[in-house]
Protein backbone atom coordinates (compact mmCIF):
# COMPACT_ATOMS: atom_id res chain seq x y z
CA UNK A 1 0.00 0.00 0.00
CA UNK A 2 1.35 3.09 -1.35
CA UNK A 3 1.87 5.45 2.12
CA UNK A 4 0.49 9.11 1.54
CA UNK A 5 3.37 11.87 2.24
CA UNK A 6 1.16 14.07 4.00
CA UNK A 7 0.61 11.98 6.58
CA UNK A 8 4.07 11.43 7.50
CA UNK A 9 5.29 14.77 7.14
CA UNK A 10 6.52 16.21 9.95
CA UNK A 11 6.53 13.24 12.26
CA UNK A 12 10.04 12.24 13.67
CA UNK A 13 9.33 9.16 14.60
CA UNK A 14 7.92 8.04 11.43
CA UNK A 15 10.45 8.79 9.66
CA UNK A 16 12.69 7.15 11.71
CA UNK A 17 11.13 4.16 11.29
CA UNK A 18 10.71 4.28 7.70
CA UNK A 19 14.51 4.91 7.05
CA UNK A 20 16.96 2.49 5.86
CA UNK A 21 18.51 -0.14 9.25
CA UNK A 22 21.99 1.96 9.89
CA UNK A 23 24.47 0.58 12.32
CA UNK A 24 24.51 2.21 15.90
CA UNK A 25 26.10 4.76 17.10
CA UNK A 26 28.30 2.83 19.11
CA UNK A 27 30.01 0.80 15.97
CA UNK A 28 32.44 2.68 14.57
CA UNK A 29 31.90 3.45 10.68
CA UNK A 30 34.98 1.68 8.33
CA UNK A 31 36.05 3.79 5.94
CA UNK A 32 34.04 2.91 2.95
CA UNK A 33 31.31 3.95 4.55
CA UNK A 34 32.58 7.61 5.27
CA UNK A 35 29.92 9.65 3.59
CA UNK A 36 31.43 12.52 0.82
CA UNK A 37 28.10 14.72 1.54
CA UNK A 38 24.70 14.87 4.33
CA UNK A 39 22.03 16.45 4.22
CA UNK A 40 20.24 16.19 7.12
CA UNK A 41 17.39 18.06 9.09
CA UNK A 42 14.96 16.79 5.59
CA UNK A 43 12.41 15.67 4.39
CA UNK A 44 13.60 13.39 1.87
CA UNK A 45 11.18 11.82 -0.01
CA UNK A 46 12.80 8.56 -1.31
CA UNK A 47 10.77 7.35 -4.03
CA UNK A 48 11.28 3.47 -3.48
CA UNK A 49 8.26 1.05 -3.63
CA UNK A 50 7.38 1.81 -0.18
CA UNK A 51 7.63 5.45 -0.28
CA UNK A 52 9.96 5.86 2.37
CA UNK A 53 10.04 9.43 3.72
CA UNK A 54 13.51 9.81 5.58
CA UNK A 55 15.28 12.70 7.69
CA UNK A 56 18.89 12.74 6.08
CA UNK A 57 20.86 11.40 3.05
CA UNK A 58 24.52 10.50 2.52
CA UNK A 59 25.94 10.14 -0.86
CA UNK A 60 29.52 8.25 -1.43
CA UNK A 61 31.78 8.11 -4.69
CA UNK A 62 28.28 10.21 -6.42
CA UNK A 63 25.78 7.66 -5.53
CA UNK A 64 23.19 7.61 -2.51
CA UNK A 65 25.18 5.63 0.55
CA UNK A 66 22.07 5.85 3.04
CA UNK A 67 18.96 6.87 4.20
CA UNK A 68 17.64 7.06 7.22
CA UNK A 69 17.59 9.36 10.41
CA UNK A 70 19.89 12.49 11.33
CA UNK A 71 21.68 10.41 13.93
CA UNK A 72 22.66 7.50 12.09
CA UNK A 73 23.27 9.31 8.67
CA UNK A 74 25.71 11.49 10.99
CA UNK A 75 27.57 8.20 11.88
CA UNK A 76 28.67 8.41 8.46
CA UNK A 77 30.73 12.05 8.48
CA UNK A 78 34.07 11.80 8.28
CA UNK A 79 36.84 14.35 8.76
CA UNK A 80 36.27 15.46 4.79
CA UNK A 81 32.40 15.10 4.77
CA UNK A 82 30.39 17.76 3.31
CA UNK A 83 27.69 18.25 5.94
CA UNK A 84 24.85 20.89 4.84
CA UNK A 85 21.35 21.64 7.09
CA UNK A 86 18.48 21.25 5.02
CA UNK A 87 16.75 23.50 7.31
CA UNK A 88 13.59 21.35 7.03
CA UNK A 89 13.46 21.34 3.44
CA UNK A 90 12.14 19.10 1.44
CA UNK A 91 14.18 16.86 -0.83
CA UNK A 92 12.78 14.97 -3.92
CA UNK A 93 14.67 12.90 -6.59
CA UNK A 94 16.36 15.01 -9.19
CA UNK A 95 13.38 15.34 -12.22
CA UNK A 96 14.35 14.00 -15.44
CA UNK A 97 11.86 15.40 -18.70
CA UNK A 98 11.60 12.56 -20.53
CA UNK A 99 10.53 14.25 -24.21
CA UNK A 100 12.65 17.86 -24.35
CA UNK A 101 14.32 19.41 -26.83
CA UNK A 102 17.43 20.35 -24.76
CA UNK A 103 20.33 20.60 -27.18
CA UNK A 104 18.22 22.83 -29.29
CA UNK A 105 17.11 25.00 -26.34
CA UNK A 106 20.62 25.46 -25.44
CA UNK A 107 21.75 26.59 -28.91
CA UNK A 108 19.45 29.57 -28.69
CA UNK A 109 18.93 30.08 -24.80
CA UNK A 110 20.86 33.56 -25.16
CA UNK A 111 19.34 34.84 -28.16
CA UNK A 112 15.57 34.20 -26.71
CA UNK A 113 13.32 36.67 -24.86
CA UNK A 114 11.07 34.25 -22.57
CA UNK A 115 7.76 35.19 -22.04
CA UNK A 116 7.17 32.26 -19.66
CA UNK A 117 5.52 33.08 -16.42
CA UNK A 118 4.88 36.29 -17.41
CA UNK A 119 1.55 37.77 -16.10
CA UNK A 120 0.79 40.47 -18.00
CA UNK A 121 0.99 41.03 -21.83
CA UNK A 122 1.53 44.68 -21.19
CA UNK A 123 4.27 43.67 -19.22
CA UNK A 124 5.58 41.19 -22.04
CA UNK A 125 4.95 43.94 -24.69
CA UNK A 126 7.15 46.37 -21.86
CA UNK A 127 9.90 43.54 -22.48
CA UNK A 128 9.58 43.57 -25.96
CA UNK A 129 10.37 47.20 -26.32
CA UNK A 130 12.86 47.34 -24.27
CA UNK A 131 15.50 44.45 -26.09
CA UNK A 132 14.52 46.03 -29.69
CA UNK A 133 16.08 49.10 -28.25
CA UNK A 134 19.17 47.21 -27.04
CA UNK A 135 19.20 44.75 -29.74
CA UNK A 136 22.40 45.55 -32.25
CA UNK A 137 21.74 45.81 -36.25
CA UNK A 138 21.78 42.96 -37.70
CA UNK A 139 20.24 40.70 -35.18
CA UNK A 140 16.91 39.92 -34.14
CA UNK A 141 14.53 40.08 -31.15
CA UNK A 142 12.54 36.84 -30.97
CA UNK A 143 10.04 35.17 -28.36
CA UNK A 144 10.27 31.79 -29.70
CA UNK A 145 7.17 30.19 -27.63
CA UNK A 146 6.85 29.05 -24.22
CA UNK A 147 3.87 31.13 -23.01
CA UNK A 148 -0.29 30.77 -23.75
CA UNK A 149 -2.49 34.36 -24.12
CA UNK A 150 -4.14 32.36 -21.04
CA UNK A 151 -1.45 33.78 -18.77
CA UNK A 152 -1.93 37.01 -19.35
CA UNK A 153 -4.00 39.13 -16.91
CA UNK A 154 -5.91 40.23 -20.66
CA UNK A 155 -6.58 36.80 -21.42
CA UNK A 156 -5.43 37.29 -25.56
CA UNK A 157 -2.63 37.60 -27.86
CA UNK A 158 -0.60 40.21 -28.77
CA UNK A 159 -1.91 41.90 -32.22
CA UNK A 160 0.65 42.58 -34.77
CA UNK A 161 0.11 46.64 -34.09
CA UNK A 162 1.23 46.58 -30.54
CA UNK A 163 4.19 43.99 -31.92
CA UNK A 164 5.06 46.84 -34.51
CA UNK A 165 4.96 49.72 -31.95
CA UNK A 166 7.32 47.59 -29.35
CA UNK A 167 9.77 46.78 -32.25
CA UNK A 168 10.38 49.79 -34.35
CA UNK A 169 12.91 48.77 -36.97
CA UNK A 170 14.31 46.09 -35.09
CA UNK A 171 13.46 43.03 -36.94
CA UNK A 172 11.51 40.69 -34.82
CA UNK A 173 9.68 37.19 -34.35
CA UNK A 174 7.03 36.28 -31.81
CA UNK A 175 6.11 32.71 -31.67
CA UNK A 176 3.25 31.13 -30.11
CA UNK A 177 3.46 27.50 -29.96
CA UNK A 178 3.50 26.03 -33.32
CA UNK A 179 0.23 27.19 -34.50
CA UNK A 180 1.50 30.82 -35.51
CA UNK A 181 3.89 33.69 -35.62
CA UNK A 182 4.21 37.65 -36.05
CA UNK A 183 6.37 39.09 -37.94
CA UNK A 184 6.92 42.45 -37.60
CA UNK A 185 7.32 44.88 -40.53
CA UNK A 186 11.13 45.09 -40.03
CA UNK A 187 10.86 41.33 -40.40
CA UNK A 188 8.86 40.93 -43.13
CA UNK A 189 11.63 43.45 -45.01
CA UNK A 190 14.58 41.46 -43.18
CA UNK A 191 13.24 38.19 -45.10
CA UNK A 192 11.72 39.68 -48.10
CA UNK A 193 8.76 38.47 -47.44
CA UNK A 194 6.00 40.01 -49.33
CA UNK A 195 2.45 39.70 -51.12
CA UNK A 196 3.78 37.58 -53.69
CA UNK A 197 5.94 35.46 -51.58
CA UNK A 198 4.90 31.41 -51.50
CA UNK A 199 4.25 29.77 -48.15
CA UNK A 200 6.00 26.60 -48.15
CA UNK A 201 3.11 24.23 -48.41
CA UNK A 202 -0.55 23.83 -49.01
CA UNK A 203 -0.92 23.81 -45.14
CA UNK A 204 -0.01 27.49 -44.03
CA UNK A 205 -0.30 30.73 -45.17
CA UNK A 206 0.55 34.06 -44.84
CA UNK A 207 -2.60 36.03 -43.48
CA UNK A 208 -3.44 38.84 -45.62
CA UNK A 209 -6.13 41.92 -44.95
CA UNK A 210 -9.21 42.94 -46.74
CA UNK A 211 -6.79 44.55 -49.20
CA UNK A 212 -4.77 41.99 -49.58
CA UNK A 213 -1.60 43.32 -47.69
CA UNK A 214 0.42 41.10 -45.92
CA UNK A 215 -0.48 41.56 -41.50
CA UNK A 216 2.69 39.70 -40.52
CA UNK A 217 0.86 36.59 -39.16
CA UNK A 218 1.79 33.61 -40.22
CA UNK A 219 -0.76 30.73 -39.74
CA UNK A 220 0.50 27.08 -39.64
CA UNK A 221 -3.10 25.12 -40.95
CA UNK A 222 -1.76 22.79 -39.09
CA UNK A 223 1.84 22.47 -40.91
CA UNK A 224 4.42 24.68 -39.05
CA UNK A 225 7.13 24.34 -41.78
CA UNK A 226 6.62 28.37 -42.07
CA UNK A 227 7.10 28.62 -38.90
CA UNK A 228 9.93 26.37 -38.89
CA UNK A 229 11.23 27.91 -41.63
CA UNK A 230 11.31 31.52 -40.13
CA UNK A 231 12.97 30.17 -37.16
CA UNK A 232 16.05 28.48 -39.47
CA UNK A 233 16.53 32.17 -41.43
CA UNK A 234 17.27 33.68 -37.48
CA UNK A 235 21.00 34.32 -36.87
CA UNK A 236 22.98 32.13 -34.87
CA UNK A 237 25.17 32.45 -32.24
CA UNK A 238 29.14 31.82 -32.36
CA UNK A 239 30.91 29.03 -31.04
CA UNK A 240 31.46 30.56 -27.76
CA UNK A 241 28.18 32.20 -27.33
CA UNK A 242 26.50 28.77 -28.33
CA UNK A 243 28.84 27.16 -25.16
CA UNK A 244 27.98 30.00 -23.01
CA UNK A 245 24.54 30.02 -23.70
CA UNK A 246 24.04 26.20 -23.28
CA UNK A 247 25.84 26.11 -20.07
CA UNK A 248 23.32 28.86 -19.01
CA UNK A 249 20.28 27.09 -20.33
CA UNK A 250 21.61 23.74 -18.15
CA UNK A 251 21.62 25.98 -15.27
CA UNK A 252 18.34 27.17 -15.29
CA UNK A 253 17.15 24.12 -15.61
CA UNK A 254 19.11 22.82 -12.65
CA UNK A 255 17.28 26.11 -11.54
CA UNK A 256 13.84 23.70 -11.07
CA UNK A 257 15.42 20.49 -9.97
CA UNK A 258 15.93 19.17 -13.35
CA UNK A 259 18.65 16.55 -13.18
CA UNK A 260 17.89 14.31 -16.50
CA UNK A 261 16.86 15.15 -19.58
CA UNK A 262 15.77 13.07 -22.62
CA UNK A 263 16.02 15.23 -26.35
CA UNK A 264 13.97 14.49 -29.00
CA UNK A 265 15.75 16.27 -31.53
CA UNK A 266 13.93 18.93 -33.54
CA UNK A 267 13.53 20.30 -36.86
CA UNK A 268 15.80 22.14 -37.85
CA UNK A 269 18.32 20.52 -35.49
CA UNK A 270 21.35 18.53 -37.14
CA UNK A 271 23.36 15.84 -35.96
CA UNK A 272 25.71 15.81 -35.19
CA UNK A 273 26.77 19.33 -35.85
CA UNK A 274 24.69 20.93 -33.86
CA UNK A 275 25.37 19.10 -30.99
CA UNK A 276 28.52 20.12 -30.13
CA UNK A 277 28.41 22.55 -27.81
CA UNK A 278 26.74 19.97 -25.45
CA UNK A 279 29.17 17.69 -26.24
CA UNK A 280 31.58 20.53 -25.16
CA UNK A 281 30.19 20.44 -22.09
CA UNK A 282 29.89 16.71 -21.53
CA UNK A 283 34.25 16.59 -22.39
CA UNK A 284 35.25 19.44 -20.41
CA UNK A 285 33.43 18.12 -17.09
CA UNK A 286 30.71 20.96 -16.79
CA UNK A 287 27.47 19.15 -18.01
CA UNK A 288 24.87 19.84 -15.43
CA UNK A 289 22.56 17.57 -16.77
CA UNK A 290 22.40 14.07 -17.77
CA UNK A 291 21.15 13.61 -20.99
CA UNK A 292 19.95 10.35 -23.14
CA UNK A 293 19.46 11.61 -26.61
CA UNK A 294 17.00 10.91 -29.67
CA UNK A 295 18.24 11.39 -33.37
CA UNK A 296 15.17 13.04 -35.80
CA UNK A 297 15.96 12.99 -39.36
CA UNK A 298 15.39 16.83 -41.07
CA UNK A 299 14.49 16.18 -44.41
CA UNK A 300 11.31 14.81 -44.95
CA UNK A 301 11.61 11.98 -47.72
CA UNK A 302 15.15 11.07 -46.85
CA UNK A 303 14.54 9.72 -43.65
CA UNK A 304 16.15 6.23 -44.62
CA UNK A 305 19.44 7.28 -45.80
CA UNK A 306 19.77 9.43 -42.76
CA UNK A 307 19.44 6.46 -40.40
CA UNK A 308 21.47 4.42 -42.69
CA UNK A 309 24.29 6.93 -42.04
CA UNK A 310 23.76 7.41 -38.15
CA UNK A 311 23.76 3.57 -37.56
CA UNK A 312 26.40 3.09 -39.68
CA UNK A 313 29.17 5.75 -37.47
CA UNK A 314 27.06 5.44 -34.06
CA UNK A 315 26.19 3.19 -31.57
CA UNK A 316 23.28 3.65 -29.47
CA UNK A 317 23.58 3.04 -25.73
CA UNK A 318 20.70 0.54 -24.88
CA UNK A 319 21.17 -0.07 -21.58
CA UNK A 320 21.55 1.86 -18.49
CA UNK A 321 25.62 2.38 -17.47
CA UNK A 322 26.01 2.16 -13.47
CA UNK A 323 29.64 3.99 -14.41
CA UNK A 324 28.33 7.02 -16.28
CA UNK A 325 28.86 10.28 -14.91
CA UNK A 326 27.12 13.20 -15.70
CA UNK A 327 26.98 11.40 -19.19
CA UNK A 328 25.16 13.13 -23.13
CA UNK A 329 24.17 9.64 -24.60
CA UNK A 330 22.84 8.34 -27.91
CA UNK A 331 19.84 6.32 -27.53
CA UNK A 332 18.19 5.95 -30.12
CA UNK A 333 15.64 7.35 -33.03
CA UNK A 334 12.51 9.82 -32.58
CA UNK A 335 11.08 11.75 -32.11
CA UNK A 336 10.52 11.41 -35.39
CA UNK A 337 10.53 7.93 -37.75
CA UNK A 338 9.40 9.86 -40.55
CA UNK A 339 7.88 12.96 -41.30
CA UNK A 340 5.00 11.48 -42.66
CA UNK A 341 3.68 9.59 -40.11
CA UNK A 342 4.26 13.02 -37.56
CA UNK A 343 0.93 14.90 -37.20
CA UNK A 344 1.29 18.52 -35.99
CA UNK A 345 -0.67 19.30 -32.89
CA UNK A 346 -1.75 22.72 -33.48
CA UNK A 347 -5.52 22.74 -32.01
CA UNK A 348 -5.96 26.18 -34.13
CA UNK A 349 -6.51 24.33 -37.27
CA UNK A 350 -8.19 21.15 -38.29
CA UNK A 351 -6.30 17.75 -37.12
CA UNK A 352 -4.57 15.90 -39.94
CA UNK A 353 -4.48 12.34 -41.15
CA UNK A 354 -1.52 10.92 -42.11
CA UNK A 355 -3.23 8.29 -44.43
CA UNK A 356 -3.07 11.49 -46.56
CA UNK A 357 0.79 11.36 -46.45
CA UNK A 358 1.49 9.53 -49.40
CA UNK A 359 4.26 6.60 -48.47
CA UNK A 360 3.97 7.44 -44.96
CA UNK A 361 3.29 3.29 -44.20
CA UNK A 362 5.85 1.90 -46.38
CA UNK A 363 8.85 4.77 -45.39
CA UNK A 364 7.77 4.65 -41.66
CA UNK A 365 8.36 0.24 -41.78
CA UNK A 366 11.10 0.33 -43.23
CA UNK A 367 13.06 2.89 -40.73
CA UNK A 368 11.39 1.27 -37.40
CA UNK A 369 12.54 -2.36 -38.92
CA UNK A 370 16.09 -0.78 -39.41
CA UNK A 371 15.90 -0.15 -35.76
CA UNK A 372 14.69 -3.03 -35.23
CA UNK A 373 17.68 -4.72 -36.76
CA UNK A 374 20.39 -3.08 -35.34
CA UNK A 375 18.57 -3.19 -31.66
CA UNK A 376 17.85 0.67 -31.61
CA UNK A 377 15.18 2.06 -29.16
CA UNK A 378 12.47 4.52 -31.05
CA UNK A 379 9.43 6.65 -30.90
CA UNK A 380 7.08 8.51 -32.53
CA UNK A 381 5.35 11.42 -32.24
CA UNK A 382 1.64 11.08 -32.41
CA UNK A 383 -1.64 13.45 -31.49
CA UNK A 384 -4.60 12.48 -32.64
CA UNK A 385 -5.81 8.78 -32.14
CA UNK A 386 -6.41 7.90 -35.23
CA UNK A 387 -3.05 8.66 -36.24
CA UNK A 388 -1.59 6.62 -33.49
CA UNK A 389 -3.84 3.45 -33.89
CA UNK A 390 -2.37 3.37 -37.63
CA UNK A 391 1.43 3.70 -35.79
CA UNK A 392 0.39 1.06 -33.08
CA UNK A 393 -0.66 -0.98 -35.74
CA UNK A 394 1.84 -0.47 -37.60
CA UNK A 395 4.66 -1.48 -34.91
CA UNK A 396 2.85 -4.66 -34.23
CA UNK A 397 2.64 -5.85 -37.93
CA UNK A 398 6.63 -5.75 -37.46
CA UNK A 399 6.84 -7.03 -34.42
CA UNK A 400 4.97 -10.62 -35.36
CA UNK A 401 7.48 -10.84 -38.57
CA UNK A 402 10.27 -10.32 -36.49
CA UNK A 403 9.12 -13.07 -33.72
CA UNK A 404 8.25 -10.92 -31.08
CA UNK A 405 11.62 -8.60 -30.38
CA UNK A 406 9.84 -5.45 -30.15
CA UNK A 407 7.53 -6.36 -27.96
CA UNK A 408 10.55 -9.34 -25.92
CA UNK A 409 13.55 -7.06 -26.53
CA UNK A 410 12.99 -3.42 -27.39
CA UNK A 411 12.55 0.21 -25.53
CA UNK A 412 9.82 2.07 -28.19
CA UNK A 413 7.15 4.55 -27.52
CA UNK A 414 4.81 6.71 -28.64
CA UNK A 415 5.19 10.64 -27.75
CA UNK A 416 1.95 12.70 -26.73
CA UNK A 417 -1.01 10.64 -27.50
CA UNK A 418 -3.39 13.38 -26.59
CA UNK A 419 -6.32 11.85 -27.83
CA UNK A 420 -5.05 7.88 -27.99
CA UNK A 421 -7.94 5.45 -27.62
CA UNK A 422 -8.57 2.46 -25.30
CA UNK A 423 -8.06 -0.12 -27.57
CA UNK A 424 -4.68 1.67 -28.86
CA UNK A 425 -3.92 1.82 -25.31
CA UNK A 426 -4.11 -2.20 -24.62
CA UNK A 427 -2.30 -2.89 -27.91
CA UNK A 428 0.70 -0.29 -26.92
CA UNK A 429 0.52 -2.42 -23.33
CA UNK A 430 0.79 -5.61 -25.37
CA UNK A 431 4.10 -4.97 -26.61
CA UNK A 432 5.44 -3.35 -23.89
CA UNK A 433 5.87 -0.04 -25.07
CA UNK A 434 5.67 2.78 -23.45
CA UNK A 435 4.01 6.32 -23.64
CA UNK A 436 5.63 10.21 -22.91
CA UNK A 437 2.99 12.27 -22.10
CA UNK A 438 3.86 16.54 -22.24
CA UNK A 439 1.96 19.51 -20.87
CA UNK A 440 1.04 21.01 -23.70
CA UNK A 441 -2.65 21.01 -23.00
CA UNK A 442 -1.56 23.30 -20.46
CA UNK A 443 -0.63 25.95 -23.29
CA UNK A 444 -3.22 24.99 -25.70
CA UNK A 445 -6.03 23.25 -23.74
CA UNK A 446 -8.69 25.93 -24.10
CA UNK A 447 -8.32 26.24 -27.95
CA UNK A 448 -8.47 22.10 -27.91
CA UNK A 449 -11.93 22.76 -26.08
CA UNK A 450 -12.50 25.49 -28.32
CA UNK A 451 -12.69 23.18 -31.30
CA UNK A 452 -13.46 19.69 -29.86
CA UNK A 453 -15.65 20.24 -26.74
CA UNK A 454 -15.11 20.07 -22.85
CA UNK A 455 -15.92 16.57 -22.72
CA UNK A 456 -13.34 15.53 -25.26
CA UNK A 457 -10.66 17.19 -23.30
CA UNK A 458 -11.12 15.34 -20.11
CA UNK A 459 -9.29 12.31 -21.16
CA UNK A 460 -6.64 14.30 -23.54
CA UNK A 461 -4.21 12.93 -23.43
CA UNK A 462 -5.55 9.95 -20.43
CA UNK A 463 -2.63 9.87 -18.30
CA UNK A 464 -4.09 8.67 -15.43
CA UNK A 465 -5.66 5.56 -17.07
CA UNK A 466 -2.09 5.09 -18.97
CA UNK A 467 -0.86 5.21 -15.31
CA UNK A 468 -3.40 2.98 -13.60
CA UNK A 469 -2.99 0.39 -16.95
CA UNK A 470 1.18 0.14 -15.33
CA UNK A 471 2.16 0.93 -18.99
CA UNK A 472 5.88 2.71 -18.51
CA UNK A 473 4.92 6.44 -18.43
CA UNK A 474 7.08 9.08 -19.02
CA UNK A 475 6.49 13.04 -18.21
CA UNK A 476 8.25 16.12 -19.56
CA UNK A 477 7.36 19.62 -21.40
CA UNK A 478 8.22 19.45 -24.97
CA UNK A 479 9.74 22.69 -23.97
CA UNK A 480 10.86 25.14 -25.05
CA UNK A 481 8.72 26.44 -28.28
CA UNK A 482 5.11 24.32 -27.46
CA UNK A 483 5.50 24.87 -23.70
CA UNK A 484 7.96 25.69 -21.36
CA UNK A 485 10.60 24.19 -20.15
CA UNK A 486 9.41 24.48 -16.26
CA UNK A 487 8.79 21.01 -14.52
CA UNK A 488 6.59 22.32 -12.06
CA UNK A 489 3.89 23.57 -14.91
CA UNK A 490 3.96 20.06 -15.90
CA UNK A 491 3.76 18.66 -12.47
CA UNK A 492 1.15 21.31 -11.58
CA UNK A 493 -1.31 20.08 -14.77
CA UNK A 494 -0.88 16.64 -13.90
CA UNK A 495 -2.22 16.96 -10.32
CA UNK A 496 -4.95 19.32 -10.87
CA UNK A 497 -6.21 18.87 -14.33
CA UNK A 498 -5.58 22.80 -15.11
CA UNK A 499 -4.16 24.87 -17.88
CA UNK A 500 -1.68 27.44 -16.74
CA UNK A 501 -4.56 29.99 -17.64
CA UNK A 502 -6.71 28.35 -14.89
CA UNK A 503 -8.68 26.06 -17.03
CA UNK A 504 -10.26 23.13 -15.57
CA UNK A 505 -9.54 20.62 -18.11
CA UNK A 506 -9.68 16.95 -16.31
CA UNK A 507 -12.10 15.69 -13.21
CA UNK A 508 -10.53 13.44 -10.51
CA UNK A 509 -10.80 10.38 -12.75
CA UNK A 510 -7.69 12.00 -14.83
CA UNK A 511 -5.38 13.80 -12.31
CA UNK A 512 -2.41 12.31 -10.79
CA UNK A 513 -1.99 12.25 -6.89
CA UNK A 514 1.36 14.16 -6.56
CA UNK A 515 3.20 11.34 -5.52
CA UNK A 516 1.88 9.04 -8.36
CA UNK A 517 3.43 12.56 -10.71
CA UNK A 518 6.48 12.65 -9.05
CA UNK A 519 7.13 8.83 -9.67
CA UNK A 520 6.16 9.52 -13.15
CA UNK A 521 8.79 12.66 -13.46
CA UNK A 522 11.34 10.61 -12.14
CA UNK A 523 11.75 6.98 -12.35
CA UNK A 524 8.82 6.61 -14.98
CA UNK A 525 10.79 9.14 -17.40
CA UNK A 526 14.09 7.04 -16.72
CA UNK A 527 12.51 4.46 -18.20
CA UNK A 528 12.69 5.92 -21.35
CA UNK A 529 16.23 5.58 -21.42
CA UNK A 530 16.75 2.51 -19.93
CA UNK A 531 17.81 3.85 -16.88
CA UNK A 532 15.36 2.95 -14.33
CA UNK A 533 17.70 0.93 -12.03
CA UNK A 534 20.46 3.67 -11.38
CA UNK A 535 18.60 6.76 -11.11
CA UNK A 536 14.57 7.89 -10.02
CA UNK A 537 14.85 7.17 -6.76
CA UNK A 538 17.15 7.72 -3.37
CA UNK A 539 17.83 4.13 -2.89
CA UNK A 540 21.25 3.16 -1.91
CA UNK A 541 23.46 2.57 -5.14
CA UNK A 542 21.68 5.09 -7.50
CA UNK A 543 22.93 8.00 -8.44
CA UNK A 544 22.84 10.93 -6.10
CA UNK A 545 20.95 13.30 -8.09
CA UNK A 546 18.32 14.67 -5.65
CA UNK A 547 16.64 18.61 -5.11
CA UNK A 548 15.77 20.36 -2.21
CA UNK A 549 12.91 22.67 -2.55
CA UNK A 550 11.76 25.99 -1.81
CA UNK A 551 8.52 24.99 -0.71
CA UNK A 552 7.17 21.33 0.08
CA UNK A 553 5.48 20.02 -2.96
CA UNK A 554 3.30 17.53 -1.37
CA UNK A 555 1.54 19.97 0.92
CA UNK A 556 1.80 23.26 -0.48
CA UNK A 557 -1.63 24.43 -1.91
CA UNK A 558 -2.03 23.69 -5.47
CA UNK A 559 -1.73 27.01 -6.99
CA UNK A 560 1.93 27.23 -5.00
CA UNK A 561 2.82 23.98 -7.46
CA UNK A 562 3.41 26.35 -10.13
CA UNK A 563 6.33 28.52 -8.40
CA UNK A 564 8.14 25.73 -6.47
CA UNK A 565 12.56 26.45 -7.84
CA UNK A 566 15.13 24.70 -6.29
CA UNK A 567 16.87 25.98 -3.28
CA UNK A 568 19.75 23.43 -4.19
CA UNK A 569 20.87 20.98 -7.09
CA UNK A 570 23.30 17.97 -7.06
CA UNK A 571 23.81 15.39 -9.70
CA UNK A 572 26.22 12.85 -8.88
CA UNK A 573 26.83 13.93 -5.32
CA UNK A 574 27.97 17.84 -7.37
CA UNK A 575 26.55 20.90 -6.47
CA UNK A 576 25.23 22.28 -10.07
CA UNK A 577 22.95 25.25 -8.42
CA UNK A 578 22.15 26.91 -5.11
CA UNK A 579 19.87 29.74 -4.26
CA UNK A 580 18.58 31.63 -1.04
CA UNK A 581 20.51 30.41 1.93
CA UNK A 582 22.76 27.85 -0.41
CA UNK A 583 23.44 30.56 -3.20
CA UNK A 584 27.35 30.44 -1.93
CA UNK A 585 27.46 26.86 -3.17
CA UNK A 586 26.29 28.00 -6.74
CA UNK A 587 28.84 27.74 -9.15
CA UNK A 588 30.14 30.52 -10.86
CA UNK A 589 29.37 30.97 -14.22
CA UNK A 590 30.57 33.01 -17.07
CA UNK A 591 29.17 36.33 -17.91
CA UNK A 592 26.12 35.80 -20.73
CA UNK A 593 26.97 36.38 -23.35
CA UNK A 594 26.61 38.02 -26.07
CA UNK A 595 26.57 41.40 -24.34
CA UNK A 596 22.67 42.35 -25.66
CA UNK A 597 21.30 38.75 -24.47
CA UNK A 598 17.54 38.94 -23.24
CA UNK A 599 18.75 36.38 -20.80
CA UNK A 600 21.45 38.84 -19.13
CA UNK A 601 18.39 41.09 -18.31
CA UNK A 602 15.21 38.65 -17.92
CA UNK A 603 16.94 35.96 -17.32
CA UNK A 604 14.40 32.86 -18.54
CA UNK A 605 11.30 31.82 -16.75
CA UNK A 606 9.55 34.85 -15.40
CA UNK A 607 9.30 33.93 -11.45
CA UNK A 608 7.47 36.90 -9.91
CA UNK A 609 7.24 34.95 -6.41
CA UNK A 610 10.76 34.39 -6.62
CA UNK A 611 12.84 37.36 -8.09
CA UNK A 612 16.29 36.27 -6.01
CA UNK A 613 16.35 33.24 -8.03
CA UNK A 614 16.64 35.42 -11.49
Not at 63 to 72: F, I, P, Q
Not at 242 to 258: C, D, Q, V
Not at 555 to 577: A, F, M, N, Q, R
Request: with cysteine; charged share 25%; hydrophobic share 35%.
Amino acid sequence: MIKNFLMLAGSVSVLTACAVQNPPSSVSTPKNLVADMIVTNAKVAVMDDKRTVAEAIAVKNGKVLRTGSNEDILNLQGKMTRVIDANGRTIIPGLNDSHLHITRGGRFYNTELRWDGVTSLKEALRMLKEQADRTPEGQWVRVIGGWSPYQFEEKRMPTVEEINEATGDTPAFVLYLYSRGWLNQAGLEALGIDENTPPPNDDSRYEKDENGKLTGVLLAEPNAMILYQVIGKLPALSEEDMINSTKHFYHELNRFGLTSAIDAGGGGHHFPENYEASKALATSGDLSMRISYYLFPQEAGKEISAFEQWMANNTASVNEDPSLEHGYELKGGGEYMTWAAGDFENFLADKPSIEDNEGWREDTKKVIQMHVDEGWPFRQHSTYGQNTKLIVDLVDEIDRENNGKIRNEMRWAIDHAETVTDETLREIKRLNGGISVQDRMAYAGEYFVERYGAEAAKTSPPFKKIFDMGIPLGSGTDGTRVASYNPWISLYWMTTGKTVGGTQLYDKDNILSREDALEVYTSGSAWFSSEENVKGTLEPGKYADFVLLSDDYFTVPEEKIKTIESVLTVLGGDVVYGAGEYSKLDPQLPPISPSWSPVKYYGGYHNPEKPAAR
